[in-house]
């Protein structure tokens, strides 16, 4: 049984606020301050002397990020947030083929391959969802490449990652996947579910903070060349050979100088909490929060605009309310903290919120839209 009320004390924002916003960016945990303010203590009092064991350090984290996606660790590197892996997977499948993406897909996910002139493709949505038949029916000879995001950051709806990528293997499309909105909170099976590319950030589900974000690379298209290249890109660093470029065989290639430490290591804290907790109860508490949250909205007869079927739920919970901004600032006076998105209200929930986080919400929001 987790206790779900120690998770809740290692998070002094969810108890300063009602903090429903993880969807935007959820609050760092004590561990991960402590994580962070000690790898700044070292540079402080010893400087560079440490570098090999961060070095070390940084390798450690690329095994629980390899373990959380079910892939080998040369497939993974860090990178700096979503924008950035999709913009070098674009650079790397330049000339492939056109793009097939979702209509409500984050910008992220679409403008590196508009700004590179890949014809691309938007799949309308079915009542907020993305049924494989839609996306199937609005693919041509043309289409190559498949950009989803596993859950929709404006709705919430949480695509099926295995149909997905059946549909690419059947069609022969390249499956590339923006996880920004899932990972630590539901599972990703990159092997099972055949992708190809897959990008995240860290300041969401894995609350580690902004500036740090991983990038999944089957090892098949190790083959392509890489857009970018730096002294950490070689097989031997050290060599420093400013002439001869043997580049690393895998997806670290990326990383290709210094990289920032203490985002890393504070992802490796973050993970290790979560690995604590246990993926599966994660999903379970974020589910019956949702569910718990849709009954209550019903029972105040407040429209849900997210698909509200249980096998497409996710952390993410879309409301609406006339004149969302105003409400949201109202909100905020009472310390009930929600985004703003399309026509509504942007709930999101994490480890670290409990039922009477919604249930003070609920108050609150009925209480402005009668006033
Ligand atoms: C689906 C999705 N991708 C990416 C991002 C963030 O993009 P980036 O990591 O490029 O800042 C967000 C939200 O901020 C998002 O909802």
């Known amino acids: 049984m987790v206790e779900w009320s120690k998770i809740r004390e290692y998070f002094p924002a969810a108890k300063r606020y009602t903090y429903l916003n993880a969807a ?3 609050p760092i945990s004590q561990q991960v301050e402590r994580e962070v303010k000690e790898y700044y203590k070292e540079l402080l009092m010893n400087g560079d002397i440490v570098w090999k064991k961060w070095l070390e350090k940084k390798e450690e984290v690329r095994e629980k990020v390899a373990n959380l996606l079910n892939a080998d660790r040369k497939e993974v590197a860090f990178i700096s947030n979503t924008s950035h892996g999709m913009n070098i997977i674009a650079q790397m499948l330049r000339g492939k083929g056109e793009v097939i993406t979702m209509e409500d897909e984050f910008p992220s996910s679409t403008f590196p391959w508009i700004n590179l002139n890949y014809k691309i493709h938007f799949v309308k949505p079915r009542k907020g969802t993305y049924p494989v038949e839609e996306i199937e029916k609005n693919i041509t000879s043309k289409t190559k490449i498949l950009v989803t995001s596993h859950v929709q950051f404006k709705t919430g ?10 549909l690419c293997k059947r069609r022969g499309l390249i499956y590339v996947v923006n996880a920004t909105q899932s990972i ?10 055949g992708i190809d590319f897959l990008v995240f950030s860290c300041h969401k589900w894995p609350m580690a903070g902004y500036g740090i974000g991983a990038i999944y690379i089957n090892s098949k298209w190790f083959k392509l060349k890489y857009p970018v290249a730096g002294w950490q890109s070689v097989k031997n660093p050290d060599l ?13 290639v990326l990383e290709v100088g210094g990289l920032h430490f203490p985002g890393i290591f504070a992802l490796g804290t973050s993970l290790d ?22 009954q209550r909205l019903k029972k105040s ?45 942007r ?6 919120n409990n039922k009477e986080d919604i249930q003070r919400f609920i108050i609150h929001l009925t209480k402005i839209i009668k006033s």
Do not use: T
Request: proline share 2%; aromatic share 6%; hydrophobic share 45%.
């Open 184 to 193: 630590a909170a539901f599972d990703i099976d990159v092997a099972k579910a």
């Open 301 to 345: 007869k407040i429209q849900v605009i997210s698909p509200v079927d249980e096998k497409f739920a996710s952390g993410i919970v879309l409301i609406k309310v006339e004149n969302p901004q105003e409400v949201a600032k109202k909100l905020l006076r009472e310390g009930i903290i929600v985004s703003v998105r399309g026509e509504g209200l």
């Open 273 to 294: 909490l979560l690995n604590e907790i246990g993926r599966s109860n994660i999903q379970k508490r974020i589910l019956e929060l949702n569910r718990y949250l849709i």
């Open 24 to 26: 935007a960016c959820s």
């Open 157 to 166: 709806f949480r695509q099926d990652l295995i149909e997905v990528g059946n």
């Open 347 to 352: 709930i999101s929930f994490h480890v670290y």
């Open 240 to 252: 420093m050979d400013n002439k001869k470029l043997d580049l690393k065989k895998d997806a670290s």
